[in-house]
């Protein structure tokens, strides 16, 4: 068997400025003030470090910060959730991404879950409103609610999957999808092959020469992920 990590974020979907809204809110709410500037996009960066990086870059004094982004960190996905109706209005589901998570889920030797910087309850969130939690077992993933360092994510998906499935997960036998220079490096440290889809800020050179095992310019081609999957324990 075969565990596949999807990302979620431009691999397979893209929410647009609904996660900038969020933060704004959820920030103006805790500390009482709106944000002057808000979280680069397309970095792959786990939430919780995301909001601590907000609060400094807004100058929020270092010894509230730690309580802060507790508190912001525990909003964040009921927030989001108050959002359903535009993720599902003004959500994109990325191009071949339904194809190729149906294709995934289909193959009886492979199990489809998510790796993601999102919390759990708003990577869950985003997947139900689009339509697409149904192609994943989510109950095995990895968030950042688990853990802000995401290559610890690799981990913590692999046991999960481990105690449900019974078999043991490893590099061998473990890829991450993904679309960001957070994914491969996850997928480096954290123990997963990785195949990179240049479906978000980071071009397939890029991807390349961060050490992605393999590279897609995005999901429009089935046959191809599904060769590039089998390929991981070849490699």
Do not use: C
Not at 58 to 84: F, Q, Y
Request: hydrophobic share 40%; no cysteine; aromatic share 2%.
């Amino acid at each position: 068997m075969i565990l596949v990590l999807w990302d979620i974020d431009r691999t397979l979907v893209y929410t647009g400025d609904i996660d900038r809204r969020v933060y704004q809110e959820t920030f103006t709410s805790a500390v009482g003030r709106p944000p002057t500037a808000l979280p680069a996009r397309g970095t792959g960066v786990t939430m919780p470090l995301a909001v601590r990086e907000l609060l400094r870059v807004n100058h929020v004094p270092e010894k509230s910060v730690e309580t802060l982004a507790d508190r912001i960190v525990a909003e964040l996905p009921d927030r989001l959730s108050g959002h359903r109706e535009q993720l599902a209005t003004e959500g994109v589901i990325m191009p071949g991404a339904v194809d190729a998570l149906a294709a995934v889920q289909q193959a009886e030797h492979l199990i489809p879950t998510v790796v993601t910087g999102n919390l759990r309850g708003s990577a869950e969130t985003k997947l139900s409103a689009l339509g697409l939690i149904g192609y994943l077992d989510t109950t095995i993933g990895g968030y950042a609610s688990d853990d802000p360092h995401r290559p610890a994510l690799v981990r913590i998906a692999q046991d999960r999957a481990a105690t449900k499935h019974g078999d043991q997960f490893d590099r061998k036998n473990t890829v991450i999808v993904g679309d960001s220079l957070e994914d491969v490096r996850t997928g480096l440290e954290g123990g997963a092959r990785v195949i990179g889809v240049a479906s978000g800020t980071t071009t397939e050179e890029q991807l390349r020469a961060a050490g992605a095992d393999h590279v897609m310019p995005n999901l429009g081609s089935t046959r191809t992920l599904l060769r590039l999957i089998g390929q991981v324990r070849a490699s």
